[in-house]
Every structure is written in structure tokens, then in C-alpha cells.
């Protein structure tokens, strides 16, 4: 069976965000996100995941899903995918390390 989820590039996730094309998720914890986080992204934290919380995207938009490093991000669409969301399956696999390590802006707060 191939992977359901798929991981998209720095490069991809820049344009998305920039063209509105992309649905950003974030779900670390609330220190986390509050310390820094990819401008436009939603806080939806692995603790207290709801999958229906996340907007249901346009046709011409995908939702990606990211966390520090990668792990969270798939636990995060697993869930999503047993709660009968089906358009939760791409995630920026670097996370915020690899955000940041390319030397991408982040922002503060909540």
C-alpha cells in the first residue's frame, strides 16, 4: 500500500503560502507556537488535536500540516484520516527546524 501522506518542499510551501493556495497547520504545543511560527499558520496542538477545526479547503487548496521536526506532523494526519478527514495528508516534513534552517522568518505570539 503506498503512503497516504505526502511531504511538500521549502520551495512549494513558500508559494503556497504567498499565492493562498496552501491551508498552514500547526500543531505544536502553545509554548511552541508562541515562541515562533510560520506567518499564517493555524494553532491546532497535538494535545488537543480536533481535525474539525481545521477549514475545509478550496478546490484549489491543500492543507499541510507541520510541527518541529516532522513526527507530530504525521501523528496529526493519521488522526485526521480516522476522523474521516481525507484532505489532511500533505505536511512540511522539515518543520519549524527546516523553516528556520533555510532562514525563513518566523513570528512571535499567539
Not at 474539525?52 to 516532522?70: D, L
Amino acid at each position: 500500500m503506498a503512503d497516504p501522506f505526502t511531504d511538500i518542499s521549502l520551495d512549494d510551501l513558500k508559494t503556497g503560502l504567498a499565492d493562498g493556495s496552501i491551508i498552514l497547520i500547526d500543531v505544536r504545543e502553545a509554548d511552541e507556537y508562541a515562541s515562533g511560527h510560520i506567518e499564517g499558520a493555524l494553532f491546532n496542538p497535538l494535545s488537543r488535536f480536533d481535525p474539525t477545526q481545521i477549514p475545509r479547503p478550496a478546490e484549489n487548496q491543500t492543507i499541510v500540516v507541520y510541527c518541529r521536526s516532522g513526527k507530530r506532523s504525521v501523528n496529526a494526519m493519521e488522526q485526521a484520516r480516522l476522523l474521516g478527514r481525507r484532505d489532511v495528508r500533505t505536511h512540511f516534513g522539515g518543520g519549524i527546524l527546516g523553516w528556520q534552517k533555510a532562514g525563513e522568518p518566523v513570528v512571535p505570539g499567539m
